[in-house]
């Protein structure tokens, strides 16, 4: 598990430090946004049933070649990109480490269990290019990282389930091979007429669709979130750990002294083209099920924020995944960030 924490942490200090690297003043109004999900928040242990994300983004800059922490060409690149460069909207880049953890129903079966959803761990770092105005985000993101057990996801779940004296998962023998994964997505978001006195906005409803392709994902999704409270923050909205999920970098920088909370419901729907922890690995034999098509979760929680800091709980409930899968899926989600 130490190999593996320090091996991502290289690769993703190696995303930050590849150019110039400029003082922490030339970039104000960085966000910095760490994610848990875990189905102990429904007292289970099954499916998707632990992931963790941190996530690291520029403050608003005018090009995205104006942060002099990327390489002079990978901006000029970004930059030739369509829909994300136009001149009226504030640019971000986000930088990401992750890890999410699937495991079967029965985790003290030692044996492979056919009809239920393989071990499956996914360790990967990501980099977005996020495009905004008041009303619309663009995204496009790149995640690459590693399936099978060089994600490390066995050793992790063992070690927690150590430490909290909890059954120890059998069936890890049985986990899909290793494989590089490669994400590529592009989705829209829009942040609908804002209701309340001016600078005191209490409702607002935020839409989004994408598409997303790879050999771990391909699925095009859509949904939706309405919010409402007591002067909400200046972003779009809530999302759980997912490409281009990263909803929570405000619109115009820091949030400054606003204080508030407010309460939400969300929905994201997804066509399923190809779901790797299912369908089993790319290039080789490998342990899977029949997947549904067509999968939602659906999500209410609360959020409070204050001078820059923003707490998110979301409780999730994901319909079922595969033909053989016993019962919906329901799991918590936790978000924390900091603007500064």
């Not at 997303?212 to 909400?232: D, M, Q």
């Not at 923050?233 to 490409?243: E, K, M, S, V």
């Not at 606003?258 to 997804?270: N, Q, W």
């Amino acid at each position: 598990m130490i190999r593996s924490i320090l091996t991502w942490l290289v690769v993703a200090g190696c995303i930050v430090q590849g150019g110039n690297v400029a003082s922490a003043a030339e970039n104000k109004d960085n966000t910095f946004i760490f994610y848990w999900e875990n189905d102990t928040f429904s007292n289970s242990d099954r499916y998707y049933t632990n992931g963790l994300k941190l996530l690291w983004a520029s403050g608003p800059l005018t090009s995205f070649s104006e942060d002099k922490r990327l390489p002079a060409w990978s901006g000029r690149s970004f930059e030739a990109m369509p829909v994300i460069n136009s001149p009226s909207t504030s640019k971000h880049i986000a930088l990401s480490l992750g890890q999410k953890i699937y495991t079967p129903r029965d985790l003290e079966n030692p044996n492979l269990i056919k009809d239920d959803r393989p071990y499956a761990g996914w360790t990967y770092a990501g980099i977005a290019l996020h495009s905004k105005s008041d009303g619309v985000l663009d995204t496009f993101e790149i995640d690459l990282g590693m399936i099978g057990p060089d994600s490390y996801a066995r050793d992790v779940q063992v070690k927690i389930h150590d430490w909290v004296d909890s059954k120890e998962p059998q069936g890890w023998e049985h986990q899909l091979k290793n494989e590089v994964g490669v994400v590529l997505v592009y989705e829209r978001k829009w942040r609908f007429a804002p209701l309340g006195p001016e600078g005191m906005d209490f409702f607002d409803f935020i839409t989004h669709a994408g598409v997303t392709l790879g050999n771990v994902h391909t699925y095009s999704n859509a949904g939706g979130e309405i919010r409402f409270g007591f002067n909400l923050p200046d972003d779009f909205g809530t999302a759980l750990i997912r490409p281009a999920g990263d909803a929570s970098i405000p619109v115009t920088g820091a949030e400054g002294g606003d204080t508030g909370f407010h309460l939400f419901v969300a929905v994201d729907g997804r066509a399923i083209g190809r779901n790797i922890f299912l369908d089993g690995n790319t290039f080789t034999e490998s342990h899977d099920v029949d997947k549904k098509y067509f999968v939602a979760d659906i999500m209410a929680g609360i959020s409070v924020h204050l001078n820059g800091v923003k707490l998110t709980y979301s409780h999730v409930y994901k319909t079922k995944e595969f033909d053989a899968q016993k019962e919906e899926q329901i799991f918590g989600s936790v978000s924390l960030s900091f603007v500064f």
